[in-house]
């Protein structure tokens, strides 16, 4: 586990009867974006969310998902029991999900969100609304204050991404998941988060608890938004890992066919992709 926030060893999920996820292996390095890149239906979100048992009911997991806790500690996620599960979610693993409207309760102020988020964790009363307006400012929001008396119906899209935003990283956990967080959004606010994102994964060591690091894992259909943002780029195909490395090198040089037939959609029409290119292409492997 030397360097890596998050080993999977052979993840499997079924569903259904059916093998979605068929031996996957992925390492998420400290202080790293990597992408998980792959089809719309292909399985990405499916994959992430069974790290942390939020699969849908009925999916069966198997394989292992060792998680650097620090001073020498590590978590199975996918051995976890439920309750040690809602323990690491939120203190160690943050999530962000797709649909930001959609994880919000809209009967609640998103200062409660905030407030019963770092409540379940152990924050102290006293220090829960200097930390909740942290956490908005840190993820770009403006007038924070003002914005801990909104309801979510009340917000833009790309206010409610970056308050879900918030919400994930609020504890500062050693691992961010971002599922698809900007397929909804304009480009403009779209490069706002995924720049917030970057430069958490890329802070200081001595940001995380005992200085180890974190790392993220961004979830794309998005080529270009992957080399753009990530450090490391992994294609899902057929349930597993078809090619995983740098980015630019993945991209300029792709060694599978399915990695190559992405970077061909992602590259200007008429024109054959060159390193670099496909971060600034107009379309995307969809």
């Known amino acids: ?26 390492v998420l390095p ?16 499916l994959a992430a969310r069974s790290l942390l048992g939020l699969a849908p009911r009925g999916a ?22 439920p309750d040690r599960l809602r323990a690491l979610r939120g203190r160690e693993v ?22 019963e988020t770092l409540k379940a964790h152990g924050v102290p009363r006293g220090r829960r609304r200097e930390q909740g307006l942290a956490a908005l400012r840190g993820a770009g929001l403006d007038d924070p204050a003002a914005l801990l008396r909104a309801y979510p119906f009340e917000l833009s899209g790309g206010q409610a991404q970056r308050v879900a935003l918030a919400l ?19 480009p403009v606010t779209q490069a706002g988060v995924l ?12 940001s995380a608890p005992d200085g180890s690091g974190r790392a993220l894992l961004l979830v794309t259909h998005d080529l270009a938004v992957a080399g753009r ?14 090619e995983e490395g740098p980015a630019r090198d993945v991209l300029a040089a792709p060694r599978h ?19 670099g290119e496909p971060a600034g292409a107009p379309g995307a492997a969809r």
Do not use: C
């Open 1 to 26: 586990m030397s360097g890596a926030v998050l080993a999977v060893t052979g993840l499997r999920v079924r569903l259904g009867g059916r093998t979605v996820i068929d031996g996957l292996d992925l």
């Open 30 to 45: 400290a202080g790293r974006v990597t992408a998980l890149v792959g089809r719309s239906g292909s399985g990405k979100s």
């Open 60 to 81: 069966e997991r198997s394989g292992a998902a060792l998680l650097d806790l620090g001073g020498g500690r590590t978590a199975d996620l996918l051995a976890a029991p």
């Open 94 to 115: 943050g999530y962000v999900f797709q649909e930001a409207q959609a994880s919000l309760n809209p009967t609640i102020t998103v200062g409660a969100h905030l407030a």
């Open 168 to 186: 994930a990283r609020a504890l500062r956990p050693r691992l961010l998941i971002a599922d698809e967080v900007t397929s909804a959004l304009d």
């Open 195 to 206: 720049d917030v994102l970057r430069a958490d994964a890329a802070a200081p060591d001595g």
């Open 229 to 242: 943002w990530a450090d490391r780029i992994a294609v899902l195909d057929g349930g597993r890992i078809a």
């Open 257 to 275: 066919p399915f990695t190559a037939e992405l970077v061909r959609a992602a590259a200007p029409a008429g024109s054959p992709p060159g390193p």
